[in-house]
């Protein structure tokens, strides 16, 4: 029997009120099942979907941040060539030839071998062509295992923190490596790397400045493998840096202190003081966040006794997880940069808390500030305790110039070795004063651990093309200029 | 199959269903949490050695976080400013006293919406005026103000004074006051037999506040103010979270 419209149209709406009712029946059920009150209705809004909601920002990770600081190639007839790990393919290749990739098939190669060697025999087998990849920063050797191939052999145990991991073509079924006990071990690979060896004939063979052990330019006495150019044509130049946000901005920086407190921001006291620093307490100093007049943020929060440590890999999780949740590594005004990993703490509490210290790169050269670092973040018993932040932003491209010649670094330390021997004996850094000059030079010759070069910046925020002296076992960096040696300032760490 | 009939038959049903559980969930109190009993709580604080010597309030009488700025007095503006102002006549009472230190402030640039007299101290030529900032009857906690007059012609104002600056958009859910109780006896100030004398609410911006490094604004969290024994006083956070 065919219906009338009228009677369509009565069919249309019982099927309309069905569908609402069902609909109304199911939200009504989920009050009940999820203990929704009528309250909580009320205080619904649209601020309550848009406050502590944050986008979680990049941050590379632990495989792509836990790699070597640099790569030093030697032919063996003396001089060594640095490299940056992202200007070459030695530690990670699509083909598994890079050292990383040699190292994971050692690692799942059964049985595992590793045995310890001796100094001699390290030193021995790498003055021939061969690789070291160098790690600035504190790494168990285990933890290196565990990032590259999963899981570290019990066997690896016995290794401290690695220092260099080798690859020399007088052996090139072995890998090598040197921990921060001083002690060495040879690694067994399941097949030669042939391509390895020579990928790095080529590097050793590239135009690349050549170094040479500081020692070698000293008197017959001195003791002192830092490597050091012999000369060096640059491309950098100083450029302008902006802090990541400006003090005054009350906006910005409510923004960014909404992703340090989420939910309960509206319940922290702000605290805005007369030099431009506002701070924001939550409870009673629980958690507290410094936002100050140089562009800083500062973190700190207590940690909770009932909750239990984690290993170094799992905090680094953490870690990683708090950083993305808070911009990850970009400025508040959205500009991505370049971290790397400056220096790592194993129980830096006594709990087994780790710290973390990112720099921030520009290119492949290091972007150092004289008085802070880019991320300083700690892991307490899980919980992030303590963050700091200090991010620039710049035009990468104004960094670049023309290739110029710097003044050799050899003659940066004859100019300058009284500066920084005082600067030495200031931070009492020094176990006893030099009788003379000769003495105060031998003293600063054999402190420096490391002569680099990069970018420093200061309270000017220009970031200038530097010779980066570090002595007193990392304690102590020393910025010159790059090209004519002047004395820049200095970093106590 | 009858649709007509059917689908009559499913809304009819679905109408004593919808309204069977909007009847149960109004009767429930909407899901909100069973009250506390004030008598249950003031039981249980006997117990633990604890004794009240006054009513306990209800509710937090406000829902709002108060943001307050602090003026800083100084003393040669000030003192520029006693000349503008006529002197108080002689013999006069406490409410001349108030209207000449009000328009004395309006010539700071204070708001005189929240100034609240507490006190009028009289001792031979001398007449202090104490001044506490108060926002919708909630004292500021520590705002204070002393106002001094010297043969009928203000001296000096002194103290640590907050002016209201906004309150908060967004509403918090208030904490009872029974509820704070409850948290003062979890966290005991102090062992031995304990008296409160007064449960009141305030804004509270805590105790960071240094006059050398100096505040421009400061947000000042609403608090219950528990006053015991000799006038100590304990606050605890008057919202939830």
């Known amino acids: 029997?065919?219906?009338?419209?009228?009677?369509?149209?009565?069919?249309?709406?019982?099927?309309?009120?069905?569908?609402?009712?069902?609909?109304c029946m199911v939200l009504l059920l989920c009050f009940f099942w999820l203990n929704i009150s009528l309250k909580d209705i009320k205080s619904f809004s649209i601020d309550s979907l848009t406050s502590g909601e944050v986008d979680g920002g990049n941050m590379p990770e632990a495989k792509a941040l836990f790699v070597p600081s640099r790569f030093a190639v030697t032919d063996g007839t003396g001089g060594d060539r640095l490299f940056d790990i992202g200007s070459v393919a030695c530690w990670r290749t699509e083909a598994g030839t890079g050292m990383a990739d040699l190292l994971e098939a050692s690692l799942n190669t059964k049985p595992f071998f590793v045995e310890e060697i001796t100094k001699e025999q390290y030193d021995k087998i790498l003055d021939t062509l061969s690789v070291k990849a160098v790690f600035d920063y504190k790494l168990r050797f285990a933890d290196l295992c565990t990032?590259?191939?999963?899981?570290?052999?019990?066997?690896?145990?016995?290794?401290?923190?690695?220092?260099?991991?080798?690859?020399s073509t007088a052996s090139e079924g072995s890998l090598f490596v040197?921990?921060?006990?001083?002690?060495?071990?040879?690694?067994?690979l399941p097949e030669r790397g042939g391509y390895l060896s020579s990928y790095i004939e080529t590097l050793s063979q590239s135009e690349k400045e050549l170094y040479f052990p500081i020692d070698s330019y000293l008197g017959e006495t001195a003791v002192n493998k830092t490597l050091v150019p012999i000369e060096l044509y640059a491309e950098l130049q100083d450029f302008k840096v902006n802090r990541d946000f400006d003090a005054k901005n009350r906006e910005t920086i409510d923004g960014l202190a909404k992703r340090f407190f989420s939910e309960s921001f509206d319940f922290v006291r702000k605290i805005e003081e007369e030099s431009g620093r506002t701070v924001y307490m939550y409870g009673y100093g629980q958690r507290i966040l410094i936002a100050d007049v140089d562009g800083t943020l500062?973190?700190?929060?207590?940690?909770s006794d009932d909750s239990a440590s984690v290993s170094f890999l799992e905090a680094f999780k953490i870690a990683r997880t708090f950083i993305k949740a808070q911009g990850g590594v970009a400025t508040a005004s959205g500009d991505e940069l370049q971290p790397y990993i400056k220096s790592t703490e194993y129980n830096?509490?006594?709990?087994?808390?780790?710290?973390?210290?990112?720099?921030?790169k520009c290119g492949e050269y290091r972007l150092l500030n004289d008085s802070s670092d880019a991320i300083v973040i700690e892991v307490s018993k899980g919980q992030v305790t303590y963050f700091k932040r200090s991010f620039v932003s710049f035009d990468e491209k104004s960094a670049v110039g023309h290739p110029l010649e710097a003044m050799a670094a050899i003659n940066v330390i004859a100019k300058n070795y009284k500066e920084i021997y005082n600067i030495m004996?200031?931070?009492?850094?020094?176990?006893?004063?030099?009788?003379?000059?000769?003495?105060?030079?031998?003293?600063?010759?054999?402190?420096?651990?490391?002569?680099?070069?990069?970018?420093?910046?200061?309270?000017?925020?220009?970031?200038?093309?530097?010779?980066i002296i570090t002595c007193a076992n990392g304690g102590l960096e020393v910025y010159f200029s790059l090209y004519e040696g002047e004395f820049l300032s200095y970093r106590v760490q | 199959m009858d649709w007509t009939r059917a689908k009559t038959i499913l809304i009819a049903a679905l109408l004593m269903t919808n309204l069977f559980l909007v009847l149960m969930y109004v009767s429930d109190g909407g899901g909100d949490e069973i009250g506390i009993d004030c008598d249950d709580v003031v039981t249980l604080l006997e117990t633990k050695n604890i004794f009240l010597e006054t009513e306990i309030p209800g509710t937090f009488p406000a829902a709002e976080v108060l943001t307050v700025n602090h003026i800083e007095f100084k003393d040669d503006e000030i003192a520029a400013l006693t000349e503008a102002v006529k002197a108080v006549p002689a013999g006069a009472d406490d409410r001349e006293y108030i209207k000449s230190a009000k328009e004395f402030f309006e010539y700071m640039g204070l708001s005189c919406d929240y100034l609240y007299c507490t006190d009028v101290q009289r001792d031979g030529d001398t007449v202090a005026l104490e001044y506490k900032t108060r926002v919708d009857d909630i004292d500021v906690?520590?705002?204070?103000?002393?106002?001094?007059?010297?043969?009928?012609?203000i001296q000096s104002v002194s103290g640590n004074w907050f002016e209201s600056q906004r309150l908060s958009k967004k509403k918090f859910e208030a904490l009872p006051a029974v509820e704070a109780l409850l948290s003062?006896?979890?966290?005991?100030?102090?062992?031995?037999?304990?008296?409160?004398?007064?449960?009141?609410?305030?804004?509270?911006?805590?105790?960071?506040?240094?006059?050398?490094?100096?505040?421009?604004?400061?947000?000042?969290?609403?608090?219950?103010?528990?006053?015991?024994?000799?006038?100590?006083?304990?606050?605890?956070?008057?919202?939830?979270?």
Not at chain 1, 438 to 461: L, P
Request: some cysteine.
């Open chain 1, 147 to 167: 990032l590259v191939s999963g899981n570290a052999p019990a066997e690896v145990e016995q290794v401290g923190a690695i220092e260099e991991l080798s690859f």
């Open chain 2, 184 to 241: 003062f006896v979890s966290d005991r100030p102090e062992q031995g037999p304990i008296t409160i004398k007064d449960i009141e609410p305030v804004y509270w911006i805590g105790d960071e506040y240094n006059e050398d490094v100096g505040f421009l604004s400061v947000t000042a969290l609403p608090a219950w103010k528990i006053t015991y024994n000799d006038e100590k006083t304990v606050y605890i956070d008057a919202f939830k979270i």
């Open chain 1, 425 to 467: 004996t200031e931070n009492v850094l020094l176990k006893e004063d030099a009788a003379g000059e000769d003495a105060e030079f031998e003293i600063v010759t054999d402190a420096i651990t490391e002569i680099s070069y990069g970018y420093v910046y200061g309270d000017d925020n220009v970031a200038r093309s530097a010779w």
């Open chain 1, 348 to 360: 830096f509490d006594g709990n087994g808390g780790s710290r973390f210290v990112f720099g921030l």
């Open chain 1, 298 to 303: 500062e973190y700190k929060k207590e940690a």
């Open chain 1, 178 to 188: 040197k921990d921060d006990r001083g002690k060495y071990y040879r690694l067994l």
């Open chain 1, 1 to 23: 029997m065919e219906r009338t419209p009228r009677e369509n149209l009565i069919e249309k709406t019982k099927t309309v009120i069905i569908v609402v009712l069902s609909v």
């Open chain 2, 141 to 153: 906690e520590v705002s204070h103000m002393v106002c001094t007059f010297k043969n009928n012609k």
